[in-house]
């Protein structure tokens, strides 16, 4: 859990030989931070909205997110949505309907992954996904 702001670099190869330099800012999604999201929308190229596998009301704020991105925005950006903790399906069962999810990310013309921090699954793809989106 991100408790304010984090911020990272990470450069991915997008194609053979070609290269992009991702500038993320990780921002927590408590309340009390909200205050901050209009100042990192500015300037932003692309938007990984990450929400919990495992917990239903982690997906209603990541659709408030990206409502609000919306909102404060001039301009569409690349969005790739994230359900994460895959790891922990197994042994909780299916929280969220993926097929809805699915759904959900397809009308709002993003792209939809799912990941697991734990294991390291489809984390760089999600990051791959963002990149070739942001160049073309």
């Known amino acids: 859990m991100t408790i304010g702001v ?47 596998l495992s917990r239903q009301n982690i997906f209603s704020s990541m659709k408030t997110w990206l409502s609000e991105m919306r909102s404060i925005m001039t301009n569409e950006i690349p969005k790739v949505i994230i359900g994460n903790k895959t790891d922990l399906i197994p042994v909780i069962g299916e929280i969220i309907d993926r097929s809805a999810v699915e759904q959900y990310a397809k009308n709002e013309d993003c792209f939809y992954i799912e990941t697991s921090a734990k294991t390291g699954e489809n984390v760089e793809k999600a990051f791959l996904e963002l990149a070739q989106r942001i160049v073309k």
Not at 9 to 20: A, D, G, P
């Open 6 to 52: 984090d911020f990272l670099t990470k450069t991915i190869e997008y194609e053979t030989s070609k290269f992009i330099k991702l500038h993320i800012w990780d921002i927590g999604g408590q309340e009390r931070f909200k205050f901050l999201h209009r100042s990192f929308y500015e300037g932003t190229s692309g938007a990984l909205l990450v929400f919990d």
